[in-house]
Structure formats: structure tokens, C-alpha cells
């Protein structure tokens, strides 16, 4: 069975922050997408990244930033030098490549609270 | 180009009622899916449809249903509603099914059900 964990339920930074979101995932297959969502108050999911499990490189854009390490199943997601417009819910994501289409196993979600 | 776009954006209905919510695609888009948000289940998929047929469901009872058009808009359908049901519905839709494509979600509708 898949599954997706997002152990850290709340952080509360101050502006200016660097912070690390968590998600470590389970899977026996060896061919896998994982993405990041954030989920501001109004509700909508924005897409932030797709990752292969076939790449491994880490990614950054702006002041977000991920790293995968296929070693620990983990795919965390840093943000730099935070602001208050990050304050949202982050869901940490994983698809299959094979036989399940677009079907996408989400964590629990980190709720991110940066104050000013 | 326009998002992911639901109707209604809230809606509220009591026990043993039916309800019909509707997704419209971003435009190209013909796979669309279909998910269940609650604070205590959190994120949970319903059911994923392609070229007018259901490609994959979720663990839900057969309560909850699902269509496609033609013009790949999508209904889902919550038949003798439960409290439980409460929850945010959203849709999200992709070019094809599966593969590399990514998911693009709708602001989702609020369900409250009395």
C-alpha cells in the first residue's frame, strides 16, 4: 500500500524565516510521481512541483526549494526567507506511474503560519 | 486561460437529501477527478473519469457517483445524504489520464449537510 506522511501539523514561523516542511512516503513500486500543493484559505489546491522518482535532483524556484532522497523516501520542501503569504496548508503528494492514472495519495498536510 | 471552475461554490442540504455538484475542466483538459477534503480523513479520492468513462474509484459507498460529458465536464452525484458527507469537494483536472500530466484543482465546493 501507498502512503504519505506528514508528521509536522503546524508550524508558526516569524517573517523572514527559513522553514522546512517534512514528507516521507511508502511505496514498493519503483516508479512514482510526487508533488507539493499549497492550500490557502480560500480552498483552491496550487500546484508547486512534480518530481520523478526517477530524478533525484533537487529543485529550486525562488525561495522554495525541494529535496528528494530516494535513500529515505523523503521529499521535503524549504522555504526561504518566509512571508506572511506563505501562511497556507501544504500537502505533500504521491502518484503512481502505472495503472492508477491521476489517483493522488495526499498527506495530512502541514498548516504553515508565518507571523509579521 | 481559465482554471478549474465548480458550481455551486457552497451549498447546504439536510439528511437524506441528494446533491449534484459540477466541475468544468480548464479547457483541453479531459481527464478529471474528483476528491473529498474533511478535517478528519483530510484529502480523499472519489473517482477519476477519461473520455466519459471512470477510469479508477476510491473507497467510497456507492452513495457517491460520477459522470463525464462529451466536453469532459464532470458531475458527481452524493445520493441519501449523511452528516458525514460535509466537506469540501474538489475537482481537478489534466490533460489525459495519467502519465506525466499534472493535476490543476478548483476552488472546490463546501458541502454542509444538517
Known amino acids: 500500500a501507498q502512503k504519505v506522511t506528514q508528521a509536522q501539523t503546524e508550524i508558526s514561523v516569524v517573517e523572514k524565516e527559513d522553514v522546512t516542511l517534512d514528507c516521507v512516503y511508502e511505496t514498493r513500486d519503483t516508479t512514482y510521481y510526487l508533488f507539493w500543493y499549497k492550500q490557502p484559505p480560500s480552498g483552491e489546491l496550487v500546484f508547486l512541483i512534480r518530481?520523478?522518482?526517477?530524478?533525484?535532483q533537487n529543485e529550486i524556484s525562488g525561495r522554495y526549494s525541494w529535496n528528494f532522497q530516494k535513500s529515505t523516501s523523503s521529499f521535503n520542501f524549504t522555504i526561504t526567507a518566509s512571508q506572511v503569504v506563505d501562511s497556507a496548508v501544504y500537502f505533500c503528494a504521491l502518484r503512481m506511474i502505472y495503472n492508477q492514472g491521476g489517483k493522488l495519495i495526499f498527506g495530512q498536510g502541514t498548516e504553515l503560519s508565518v507571523k509579521p | 486561460k481559465a482554471g478549474v471552475t465548480q458550481t455551486p461554490r457552497y451549498l447546504i442540504k439536510t439528511r437524506g437529501q441528494q446533491v449534484t455538484l459540477s466541475c468544468s475542466p480548464i479547457?483541453?483538459?479531459?481527464?478529471v477527478s474528483w476528491y473529498q477534503q474533511t478535517p478528519g480523513q483530510g484529502l480523499q479520492f472519489l473517482f477519476e473519469?477519461?473520455?466519459?468513462?471512470?477510469?479508477n474509484k476510491g473507497n467510497f459507498p456507492g452513495r457517491f457517483s460520477g459522470r463525464q460529458f462529451s466536453n469532459s465536464r464532470s458531475e458527481m452525484n452524493v445520493s441519501t445524504l449523511e452528516l458525514g458527507d460535509s466537506a469540501l469537494y474538489l475537482c481537478a483536472s489534466s490533460l489525459r489520464w495519467g502519465g506525466e500530466e499534472t493535476q490543476y484543482f478548483g476552488p472546490g465546493t463546501r458541502l454542509l449537510v444538517l
Open positions: 479547457s483541453g483538459h479531459r481527464s
Open positions: 473519469y477519461f473520455s466519459e468513462t471512470q477510469r
Open positions: 518530481r520523478n522518482s526517477f530524478d533525484e
